[in-house]
Nanobody
């Protein structure tokens, strides 16, 4: 079992920045894929960013590429998502998720956090 706890969401003006954190506890050693997803009201959950634990590789959705950065601090067992140049369209509930297989599909992830709200005003 693993537990994920997100923090760092909030209300920010367009063009602003936030840093989301996701702290992992429990049995996470076999989880190679560390990702962030988001879900806006009335929309399906969508992939945002992926961090590959064994290579430090990253992958981003086209909509956030160049504005968001995913990283991991192994010593703190924490995944980060730096959000820069935020747009109103980025408003959503942001979730971190981990799983054994690299994928942009939410169905492939085994453990999820509870979500942290990001609201961007225009």
């Amino acid at each position: 079992q693993a537990e994920l706890v997100e923090s760092g969401g909030g209300l920010v003006q367009a063009g602003g920045s936030l840093r989301l954190s996701c702290t992992l506890t429990g049995q996470t050693a076999s989880m190679n894929a560390m990702s962030w997803f988001r879900q806006a009201p009335g929309k399906v959950r969508e992939f945002v960013a992926l961090f590959t634990r064994n290579t430090d590789g990253t992958r981003y959705a086209d909509s956030v590429n160049g504005r968001f950065t995913i990283s991991m601090d192994n010593a703190k067992n924490t995944i980060y998502l730096q959000l820069n140049n935020l747009e109103p369209e980025d408003t959503a509930l942001y979730y971190c998720a981990i799983g054994p297989i690299l994928s942009v599909s939410s169905s492939m992830y085994r453990y999820w956090g509870q979500g942290t709200q990001v609201t961007v005003s225009s």
